[in-house]
């Protein structure tokens, strides 16, 4: 009778497949409003009269602002609630991208993008940490793999959906199209969520801590987006915000250590071997992955000539391999364990990755469709299970201040890896093009920008060749995870039957 129980509680019951499909509903339409926007850059930049370097603070300034509040997570479900914290969060990006629809000048969608990233940067880790609580330890590897959905196939349709869009329409329907999305969220969330969450000893909001961490991750992040438009990290314009983040983050773990729980992300909990292994994981995969995701569509895009929606479509096998993964890899993870699920997955994202680094101006698009859907059944395979692992051995109450570490990690790590590939892209290509007595102009993202189509006959092997550098570099960086992953746990299926499920949210 016993085991029977804990056959069945070790079923992912309703009320947790419910759950996860609700965070869903919220987190899709802030993932695909990502890529869609990036999409959208020169159309905004022509349509509202503005240069593409004021444009890119579109871009920047959500990002700045994510970075601003996602500390602040942990301590709002904490207060108010994990429910009322994930509705206030589409509550907010929902507005704002009604209002940026509404934008009358480029100045005005910058600041109502900032209220779309306040928005924005709760609801992960606010998403992150309802599926943990609900789902349970023994539960957890097939909890996150719903979470994985947006998270892994939103860069993938969201430059189709970014291009038809662009094409077809105005700029102001890339941000409507969330609004309805949003309602749609919040109409699941308030009837469908479990209410309660908060803590009865609430606490005061760690404000010092709140300013210090917050703003470290400011200056990382900018630091790390002028390092992706300049090619590099040399420049003092760059290495200054650099330094400034990770003073900031010295003197946060030395304020946090004193504080102990009552921070606003209590830094002790790196003291946990698999917390620290997971997070540790994390971070090289969104480096080395989802930096990774940078490149594919700017080799379709510049040196293949597709336009947004081709090169969207071409994109399209990566996700089919991540949904395929993700289901067989969720359930793996709660059977055996991240320890057996990651490695494979490393593996197959190598594959995945190694035929990217061979590329010409004519490389088959069948070969590299069949590599995307290998690539993407290894990232399926490494980023949710290696998430649920570090989560595995936290106390419920001690979740909602680990889902914002976590999230700041990938932030940080997917900022890191594409000003790492961007740099990588552009410097060789400046030394192919230099050897080649070719001008160069502009740097990092805009020198590849900047070439004209006349020149690709020319161009266009130095190009592939420099992806193809990039690439090596997205492997080397894939290769590393399989460091932190020989901590991630191992276990035999049948011991899963003996771990005590979680409480609810």
């Avoid at 997917?414 to 093009?433: E, H, K, W, Y």
């Avoid at 161009?459 to 570099?473: E, I, M, Q």
Wanted: with cysteine; proline share 4%; hydrophobic share 55%.
């Amino acid at each position: 009778m016993a085991t029977s129980t804990a056959e069945q509680s070790d079923k992912l019951d309703r009320s947790v497949i419910v759950t996860g499909l609700v965070i869903v509903a919220g987190m899709i339409m802030v993932v695909l409003d990502t890529t869609i926007v990036n999409v959208a850059l020169d159309s905004l930049s022509t349509e509202l009269d503005a240069s593409l370097s004021t444009t890119q603070w579109v871009v920047t300034g959500y990002l700045l602002a994510v970075a601003v509040v996602i500390p602040a997570t942990g301590w709002a479900m904490d207060r108010f609630g994990a429910k009322t914290a994930w509705i206030t969060s589409v509550i907010l990006f929902g507005a704002g991208s009604a209002l940026c629809a509404a934008a009358w000048s480029i100045e005005s969608l910058i600041a109502f993008r900032v209220l779309q990233g306040l928005g924005g940067g709760l609801l992960l880790p606010a998403g992150q940490a309802m599926i943990a609580r609900a789902a349970g330890p023994q539960r957890m590897g097939r909890a996150m793999a719903i979470l994985g959905v947006p998270v892994l196939l939103g860069p993938v349709f969201g430059p189709v959906l970014g291009g038809l869009l662009v094409e077809y329409t105005s700029w102001h329907w890339i941000f409507l199209v969330n609004v309805p999305v949003g309602v749609l969220a919040i109409a699941l969330a308030v009837w469908r969520l479990p209410a309660g969450g908060a803590l009865a000893e609430r606490g005061r909001l760690d404000l010092r801590g709140l300013v210090l961490l917050s703003g470290s991750l400011v200056c990382l992040l900018y630091g790390l987006s002028r390092a992706s438009s300049q090619g590099g990290f040399a420049k003092w314009s760059v290495l200054g915000w650099l330094i400034g983040g990770a003073v900031g983050l010295a003197l946060y773990t030395w304020h946090s250590l004193n504080r102990g729980a009552r921070s606003i992300i209590d830094v002790r909990l790196l003291t946990n071997r698999l917390f620290a292994s997971g997070t540790v994981a994390v971070f090289l995969v969104a480096i080395g992955m989802f930096g990774g995701m940078l490149l594919l569509p700017l080799y379709y895009q510049t040196v293949r000539g597709e336009g947004a929606l081709n090169a969207g479509l071409l994109l399209a096998p990566q996700g089919l391999g991540a949904m395929v993964a993700m289901v067989i890899g969720g359930r793996l993870t709660d059977r055996i364990g991240a320890g057996y699920v990651v490695p494979a997955g490393i593996v197959l994202g190598l594959l995945g990755t190694f035929p990217f680094t061979q590329v010409g101006v004519d490389t088959s698009y069948v070969w590299l469709s069949v590599a995307l859907f290998v690539r993407g059944m290894g990232l399926g395979a490494v980023m949710m299970p290696t998430i649920s692992a570090a989560y595995t051995k936290l106390s419920h109450d001690a979740v909602s201040r680990a889902a914002p570490t976590l999230s700041a990690i990938q932030q940080v790590g997917a900022s890191l890896g594409s000003a790492l590939l961007v740099t990588a892209l552009t410097q060789r290509l400046t030394d192919q093009l230099t050897s080649q007595g070719i001008q160069t102009n502009g740097g990092g993202a805009d020198q590849i920008s900047s070439l004209q189509p006349d020149a690709m006959p020319v161009v266009g092997p130095l190009l592939a060749d420099s992806f193809g550098f990039a690439f090596w570099v997205a492997f080397a960086l894939t290769a590393m995870i399989a460091i932190p992953a020989l901590a991630l746990p191992r276990h035999a299926a049948r011991n899963r039957e003996q771990v005590p499920a979680a409480p609810g949210i």
